[in-house]
């Protein structure tokens, strides 16, 4: 058994060893020569694996304009419905939100349950401001929730799915109504 175990294991280095030394040197890959970065560049698929991630757009200063256009437009609106209390503004209350949208849903949220904003919102961004917080049945921890888990802290009585529905449809309203 030993004999045969140790022949397979001379025979698989001894091929392995000739395909090395007979192998030939590769040829370079891609176009060399005049013109081989601009050839490089019409190529349609990059093969930097950093150009395959879509960029993030929520950062770029242009978005970061037309979303505080989008809130201003938004607060005479949310303010008249009474959303939005009349000495804010949706700036002010969509600060701590990645997306205006989350914001507008814990906005309708708010209003439709009676929810503190506040408290909704610092349980749905993870962001605790210095406000007192003490009335608030604030999430452990500062991690964001759901709005649905959020909701269902504040006001385990609700039917938290269809007020997520209605809320989350009231902020597409909202935006389809500034052309958004």
Do not use: Y
């Amino acid at each position: 058994m030993r004999k045969t175990t140790l022949v397979s294991a001379i025979l698989i280095l001894g091929v392995s060893i000739s395909w090395t030394l007979g192998a030939e040197p590769a040829a370079a890959q891609g176009p060399a020569g005049a013109g081989a970065s601009v050839a490089a560049q019409e190529s349609s698929h990059s093969l930097n694996p950093i150009k395959w991630v879509k960029k993030d757009s929520k950062n770029s200063a242009g978005t970061l304009d037309s979303r505080n256009e989008a809130e201003k437009k938004l607060t005479p609106g949310l303010q008249a419905k009474g959303v939005l209390a009349a000495n804010m503004t949706a700036i002010d209350a969509c600060a701590q939100f990645t997306a205006l949208d989350g914001c507008l849903a814990t906005l309708h949220a708010s209003h439709n349950l009676g929810l503190d904003f506040s408290c909704l919102r610092a349980n749905v961004t993870g962001v605790h401001t210095s406000l007192d917080m003490s009335r608030c049945k604030v999430a452990d921890g500062d991690k964001p929730q759901g709005l649905n888990k959020a909701i269902r802290q504040l006001k385990p009585d609700a039917n938290v799915k269809q007020a997520t529905k209605e809320a989350e449809q009231q902020a597409k309203d909202d935006l389809k109504g500034i052309g958004g």
